[in-house]
């Protein structure tokens, strides 16, 4: 069940994220938009606070905060065709081997 709790909380933070960019780009401030980022934001923390108690904090923390990066990033080249130098490459090629190191070292 911790999973579940775990990735509803990266999704919810994915499509928070998303619609924060969607309303940056946006000439005027939309209402609806902005419910939907508190909504989505709220049910990420309540999800991750969820995890929390069972995962430790820092492990939950970076699964969270290190999938939402490289999703995200995967977005933006996608999406918004936004390059990176190599740098960047191999900056999230680092931290999904963090990930999978953490769940691989899991005590």
Known sequence: MVYFWLILAIFSELIATSLLKINATLPKTTPIILIGIV??????????????ATLPTGVTYAIWS??????????????YRITF???????????????????????
């Open 66 to 79: 290190g999938i939402g990066i490289v999703i995200l990033t995967l977005i933006d080249i996608i999406i």
């Open 85 to 107: 130098n190599w740098q960047s490459y191999c900056a999230i090629i680092l931290i999904v081997i963090g990930v999978i190191m953490l769940n691989l070292n899991k005590s």
């Open 39 to 52: 909504i989505f934001y709220t049910l990420s923390f309540f999800a991750l606070g969820k995890t929390m």
